[in-house]
């Protein structure tokens, strides 16, 4: 029986590599050039996995080796497949839990969103312009809820760093300095992906990600 182990967003940067690679077998003629390549990707996919693998899941990683044309990098991926690690699934209960604060609070379709392509889950409340995430920090689900303000228009979004249509995501931080007034707030703002579905999408590193969650909530490392 196949033991999930691949988060989405190491899914994301094997996929990108592999691209990477058959892109390099198809333009470039120089076997050196193209072997230092191969060794590259291999190094990156390794380097995406900070805990020990086991023998069969390096054996799994490393048939990216194998990769020359777009056929094979179907094939690669297609053997990824049973081995993707699906997002936490959450009742209702759960995640109102996590926004206690959030009276009406708007929940999100779980049921159309498959959650092996989610690294976190997030969805907008338009009628409140609100955003909230939810990520699993130290293996314990966290949720942030914060302010969207839309710019209509394309930038780079701090999470996956891609062109996307973003919007200022605003969240106020829950720890307070010892000597902090009661009025004291800081709020800590980043621009975010619009669309998480695009987002997961493109993710392939979660320190960002962690970074603000830990920031927001106040959590040390």
Request: charged share 25%.
């Amino acid at each position: 029986m196949c033991q999930p182990f691949i988060r989405n967003h190491q899914y994301n940067l094997i996929k990108k590599q592999a691209v990477h690679l058959q892109r390099t077998c198809s333009t470039v003629s120089d076997p050196k050039v193209v072997e230092s390549v191969r060794n590259n990707v291999m190094y990156k996919i390794q380097e995406a996995f900070p805990d020990a693998l086991e023998p069969s899941q390096e054996q799994t990683l490393g048939k990216v080796a194998d990769v020359y044309t777009s056929e094979d990098v179907q094939s690669y991926l297609r053997s990824l497949e049973p081995y993707r690690e699906p997002f936490d699934q959450m009742t209702d209960a759960q995640l109102r839990k996590l926004f206690p604060k959030a009276k009406k609070l708007k929940l999100p379709d779980r049921e159309a969103v498959d959650g092996r392509y989610l690294t976190y889950l997030g969805w907008t409340d338009i009628s409140s312009n609100k955003l909230y995430l939810v990520y699993r920090l130290d293996g314990q689900l966290v949720g942030i809820e914060g302010k969207l303000t839309p710019t209509h228009k394309k930038g780079t979004c701090f999470l996956c760093n891609r062109q996307e249509e973003v919007a200022l995501f605003t969240a106020i931080a829950k720890a307070k300095p010892a000597n902090a007034s009661p009025d004291y707030f800081k709020a800590i703002g980043n621009y975010l992906c619009v669309n998480s579905s695009a987002c997961n999408g493109n993710i392939t590193d979660v320190d960002a990600l962690e970074k603000f969650v830990r920031a927001v909530t106040g959590r040390s490392e």
